[in-house]
Structures are given as C-alpha cells and as structure tokens.
C-alpha cells in the first residue's frame, strides 16, 4: 500500500501558523479523497479537513476559516495550512484517505502544540 508521511509540525504560539505536509510513495490523489485528522491526548481521532479527487474541501466546524487544505497531485502532497492556532487544536496530525475503514493503516502523524 501506498505510505503517507506527515511532517510540518512543532510548537507555535496561540495565534501563530504552521503548515502541515502529507507526502505520499505513489500518486493517488488523482485517485482517492484525502484527510486531514487529529488526536488529542485522551480524545478519539477526528476529521479535520477533507479534499476531493476534484479538489472540493470541507472542514470541522472547529476549523473552518483557520485551516485550508489543498493537494499537489504532481508532487504527489496534501497540505494544510493552519492559521490562527489555538491550544484546543494542539494534537498529532495525520493525513490518510477519506473515508477509513477499520482496516486502514495510519503513520506517525507530526505533532502539533499551540501554546497560550
């Protein structure tokens, strides 16, 4: 199966912007809708943002109007930008397709934590 690599990640200030990467060993965007989720400690793994073969996005509610994401189908990479972090947004970040099933695997994820 293709592998996913997230990277991007660190620690920022309430307020600041990181920018997430998701680069993938084959092309499959073209393919398949890719996601953004995340898990915070304690808390189950969410959808964070979505991007359709077409490039058509939806976002968490929680989200929407500080993250974008977009895709480079040549470069085979998913991106989100995150802006206006909070804390509550501190968590790993992972990218995998969407929708996932229970036999989906996940990777390492990159870890985002947003300081007051």
């Known amino acids: 199966q293709v592998q996913l690599v997230e990277s991007g990640g660190g620690l920022v200030q309430a307020g600041g912007s990181l920018r997430l990467s998701c680069a993938a060993s084959?092309?499959?965007?073209?393919?398949?809708?890719m996601a953004w989720y995340r898990q915070a400690p304690g808390k189950q793994r969410e959808l964070v943002a979505r991007?359709?073969?077409?490039?058509?996005?939806n976002y968490a509610d929680s989200v929407k109007g500080r993250f974008t994401i977009s895709k480079d189908n040549a470069k085979n990479t998913v991106y989100l930008q995150m802006n206006s972090l909070k804390p509550e947004d501190t968590a790993v970040y992972y990218c995998?397709?969407?929708?996932?099933?229970?036999?989906?695997?996940w990777g390492q994820g990159t870890q985002v934590t947003v300081s007051s």
């Open positions: 995998n397709k969407y929708p996932t099933y229970w036999y989906n695997n």
């Open positions: 991007i359709s073969t077409n490039s058509n996005t």
């Open positions: 084959g092309s499959i965007f073209s393919t398949y809708a």
